[in-house]
């Protein structure tokens, strides 16, 4: 079955940058999406479609792509932004079934 | 303002069922792909199952194919999952998503808060 894989913790420190990667063979050919979580919160979506930003969310907040690799890129790190961030996108094979990373854990130090 | 609330959770014993419902408000709700993604406790998102606007189309991840189905009715801008022969592993908090559904992919633009499904004996 079709896996993106997520780096299960990254730490900053405030005003940092942190970059947090998610891998998959299908992704050159499937959108990605990110999502924050934070506890007892539902999820957020944070990035669509790769790169586009929903309205909402800080312009501190972007998505890149490159081959079987996309990157959630937070530029100027707050203690708000600590949560899980979970990477999303479908399997290629045209079954239309969604499949989510493992989840990443975001600590500000 | 997009509103989707779920309920419908509660305590199960091993192979039994149990019904979700997903009330809407806020958007054109027969507009709109829907799904159902559940969190085991202290775990990841899983996607459950989506479903098209129109119902047509339905699609599940493997582990509950056969024991869970999902539905919906516009008139009264509802979606819902019936889940049969439920397992331990089936226990977590299930959301409601709204779904995009563009260029042939889901992804969730709007959550419910969720509602738990503990299945124990």
Do not use: H
Not at chain 1, 21 to 30: E, H, M, N, W, Y
């Amino acid at each position: 079955s079709y896996e993106l894989t997520q780096p299960p913790s990254v730490s900053v420190s405030p005003g940092q940058t942190a970059r947090i990667t998610c891998s998959g063979d299908a992704l050159p050919k499937q959108y990605a999406y990110w999502y924050q979580q934070k506890p007892g919160q539902a999820p957020v979506l944070v990035i669509y479609k790769d790169s586009e930003r929903p309205s909402g969310i800080p312009e501190r907040f972007s998505g890149s792509s490159s081959g079987t690799t996309v990157t959630l890129t937070i530029s100027g790190v707050q203690a708000e932004d600590e949560a899980d961030y979970y990477c999303q996108s479908a399997d290629s094979s045209g079954t239309y079934r969604v499949v989510f990373g493992g989840g990443t854990k975001l600590t500000v130090l | 303002e997009v509103q989707l609330v779920e309920s419908g959770g509660g305590l199960v014993q091993p192979g039994g069922s149990l019904r979700l419902s997903c009330a809407a408000s806020g958007f054109t709700f027969s507009s709109y792909w829907m799904s159902w993604v559940r969190q085991a406790p202290g775990k990841g998102l899983e996607w459950v199952a989506n479903i098209k606007q129109d119902g047509s189309e339905k699609y599940y991840v493997d582990s509950v194919k056969g024991r869970f189905t999902i539905s919906r009715d516009n008139a009264k801008n509802s979606l819902y999952l019936q889940m049969n022969s439920l397992r331990a592993e089936d226990t977590a908090v299930y959301y409601c998503a709204r779904d995009p559904f563009e260029y042939s992919s889901s992804y969730f633009d709007y959550w419910g808060q969720g509602t738990l499904v503990t299945v124990s004996s």
